[in-house]
């Protein structure tokens, strides 16, 4: 029955990503491709750094919790658990990555707190630097709502003082049946988290104006406007966590960011084409990591979810 569920695990999941995939190429508009092999590259190369550093990131997340992985293993649990946010409503994510980690030692109850705070300051990134993006933006010039944008990632850093997030962390931990974390994050490492995840969505947007070259030409003047949009796509893909992997949504509203700068139809397909080689580097990198795992010695590490 274990090897069942596994079985049945891993086909959903790779269900969930080809479906992800046979979406968005149906997505693809009839654009003139322009053939830039350097800013292609770059895209392609600072697609898979920021992935790679968001693994990092949960990594030493975990690690300010108390349990420490070593980066290889904790970069599989990542990859392969990212994966599952493509089957619908996002839950596998949190349930695999859990039941990965615990085979390394790390409590349930931690990991699944490392999830929420990825969650929140992933988030919280997204709207710094998509802040200034939404409240200069001439359609909302007369909107004063527009100024949550910048509220936003201040209630967040709120909410996530030790104070208020150790109690409820405890009540809903306490609700499951399981005894609170040791732990909360302080403020300091807060702020330093929230910077660092900032910083990761300067580097997505940069790598998506590398990649949109392929279909529009841009000016140094577009870059804050391309850096704006795909953190506005992505915090609206996260918001719209029940839709798998944001997917649509994530395009649709990187679309629209970037339409008053290009054509619709090249802001559609720069959103697509982002998507599929973030699709494509995550398959390549849990492959990776896992071949890797294997050959440097860590046997332990077992990379199917517990029943």
């Known amino acids: 029955m274990r090897r069942g569920l596994h079985i049945a695990i ?4 790779l269900l969930g990503v080809a479906l992800a995939v046979w979406g968005t190429l149906n997505e693809f508009p009839d654009v003139e491709w322009r053939w830039r092999p ?19 990131l949960w990594r030493r997340l975990l690690h300010a ?17 990212g994966l599952a946010r493509f ?16 085979r390394e030692g790390v409590p349930k109850r931690i990991c699944l707190v490392s999830v929420i705070y990825e969650i929140a300051l992933a988030l919280s990134g997204a709207l710094v630097v998509a802040a200034y993006f939404i409240v ?28 208020i997030f150790h109690r409820l962390t405890a009540h809903a931990l306490e609700r499951l049946g399981r005894r609170p974390i040791p732990n909360a994050l302080p403020p300091g490492r807060i702020l330093e988290f929230l910077a660092l995840y900032a910083a990761v969505y300067v580097l997505a947007g940069l790598s998506t104006y590398a990649l949109g070259q392929s279909f529009h030409p841009m000016g140094s003047d577009d870059i804050v406007t391309v850096l704006g949009a795909f953190a506005v796509g992505t915090t609206i893909g ?9 997917l649509v949504a994530r395009e649709a509203g990187l679309a629209v960011a970037l339409s008053p700068i290009m054509p619709t139809a090249s802001a559609v397909a720069i959103a697509v084409l982002s998507r599929i080689v973030q699709i494509a580097m995550e398959v390549l990198l849990a492959t990776l990591t896992q071949i890797a795992v294997r050959r440097r010695g860590y046997p332990e590490l077992d990379t199917s979810p517990a029943p």
Request: net charge negative; hydrophobic share 55%.
């Open 238 to 246: 996260i918001i719209a966590f029940v839709v798998p992997g944001g």
């Open 136 to 163: 200069d933006l001439p359609d909302l010039a007369d909107e004063p709502a527009r100024f949550l944008a910048v509220g936003l990632p201040v209630i967040a850093v709120v909410v996530l003082q030790p104070g």
């Open 10 to 13: 891993g086909i959903a999941v």
């Open 65 to 81: 919790l108390g349990p420490e992985l070593h980066p290889l293993p904790a970069s599989t649990i990542w990859f392969v658990s």
């Open 38 to 56: 350097v800013s292609l590259v770059l895209g392609i190369v600072g697609t898979a750094a920021f992935l790679l550093l968001n693994a990092e």
């Open 87 to 102: 089957v619908p409503t996002s839950l596998l994510t949190p349930m695999i990555r859990t039941a990965m980690s615990e």
